[in-house]
């Protein structure tokens, strides 16, 4: 977006001010400052933003708060009247990301320029869903988009709550296995080869078990460096791996087999699904649409394969629970049975809705006894590790007593 240094005169003969400012185009700027009682005198471009001249450190990356803050302001600021421009250029100042309030800054001005709020959203698809694009656009011309705004916000909540508990959950666990993988890499690369010395100034001779723990501190020790270059190398070549399609395939169906994680992995996508097929059918989008918006927008390769699936099911006559009625595994029996209840009862959407709630309250309840499981675990895990760096000790010093 330009950046234009400009100079402008006020209507009430305050006098002349010269700024420095970002705007798609000198029209925008120019109706900006008369909104401001200003009138334009002249305005440079200074440079253009984002076109790959320098590097520029701003985060290209919106979070889920974010985007919970714009619709929810948007909503409350177009229920009290204010006008499309206005609302979008008090946000952009509100906003601390940079590149975010660049972007509703060029939303603001292609709507300025005629354009739809649905037609502008859709230049940031990596910024609003394909969810999120079709309600805007369907709210627009059904004249519900203050209703719409206020749902997608409602979702929007209830996503970053989940994942609130869930990261909360996971800091107990995550913190004691980076503390016991420091204190065990300063056992072997300190205490380890000062016991070794120790028993070799001694003459005795090292069992097997110890000679290689001794040898692992050693290495650790003196080729440091090695062994973090692998690291670093194993996690960007893991993540690099799991963007391609056989990658992605092979994580999702990991996820889907691990004990613990694996039931918070189906509870919250049959979640996802049920509260944006809701939405989706409330926003009048018709059922093959939505499942077809809904198979790009999942996440996990075999809801969305089983999404497809579900869909040509539908296409051929079939209703949504007995097209979803293969995919047991992976919805479970009993929303399929609580969607072919609202199919028989005409209340289809409502009830996608309770599976929606149901199924999140339980990620919820699972989340909160994550610590409660994961806590034997880490006792087992720490009680290990400390028995073999005692072994590692002791058995040496019973080989010494051997000699006695």
Not at 332 to 338: A, D, K, T
Not at 362 to 381: C, G, Q, R, S
Request: glycine share 8%; proline share 3%; with cysteine.
């Amino acid at each position: 977006m330009p950046k234009f240094k400009y100079t402008a005169k006020s209507e009430k003969d305050e006098g002349v001010v010269s700024d420095t400012v970002s705007a798609p185009s000198k029209s925008v700027l120019a109706k900006d400052l008369r909104e401001k009682n200003y009138f334009l005198i002249k305005a440079e471009v200074l440079e253009e933003e984002g076109t790959g001249k320098g590097f520029s450190l701003l985060p290209k990356k919106v979070s889920l708060q974010e985007k919970m803050f714009f619709t929810r302001n948007l909503k409350v600021m177009l229920s009290g009247g204010l006008s499309f421009s206005r609302a979008l250029q008090v946000l952009s100042d509100q906003t601390k990301n940079e590149w975010f309030k660049g972007v509703i800054l060029e939303i603001r001005g292609k709507i300025t320029s005629g354009s739809s709020f649905s037609q502008a959203l859709e230049s940031y698809p990596g910024i609003f869903s394909e969810v999120f694009r079709n309600m805007i656009k369907l709210s627009e011309e059904s004249g519900t988009l203050e209703k719409t705004l206020e749902s997608l916000t409602n979702q929007m909540e209830k996503e970053y709550e989940l994942k609130s508990k869930i990261k909360s959950a996971l800091i107990y666990p995550a913190v004691i296995i980076c503390a016991m993988a420091g204190i065990g890499i300063i056992f072997l690369t300190v205490f380890i080869p000062q016991l070794a010395t120790t028993f070799d100034g001694m003459g005795a001779e090292l069992p097997v078990f110890t000679r290689l723990i001794v040898g692992f501190g050693t290495f650790l020790s003196e080729r440091w460096y090695f062994v973090l270059l692998l690291f670093v190398s194993f996690f960007y070549g893991a993540k690099g791996l799991a963007k391609t399609r056989k990658g992605k395939r092979f994580v999702d169906s990991l996820l889907l087999k691990i004990p613990i994680v694996s039931p918070m992995v189906k509870k919250s996508n049959t979640a996802y699904f049920a509260k944006t097929m809701g939405s989706l059918l409330l926003s009048g989008v018709p059922m093959i649409k939505s499942m077809e918006i809904l198979s790009r927008s999942v996440s996990n390769t075999y809801y969305a394969n089983s999404i497809k699936d579900a869909a040509k099911a539908i296409e051929r006559g079939g209703k949504l629970s007995s097209a979803l009625l293969p995919f047991t595994e992976l919805y479970g029996s009993m929303p399929i049975q609580m969607m072919e209840v609202g199919e028989e009862t005409g209340q289809t959407t409502d009830m996608l809705f309770r599976i929606a709630d149901f199924m999140d309250e339980e990620v919820m309840n699972t989340t909160k006894n994550l610590t409660a499981i994961m806590e034997p675990v880490l006792m087992i895990f720490i009680g290990a590790a400390i028995g073999i760096f005692a072994l590692a000790v002791i058995q040496p010093i019973y080989s010494m007593l051997d000699y006695i």
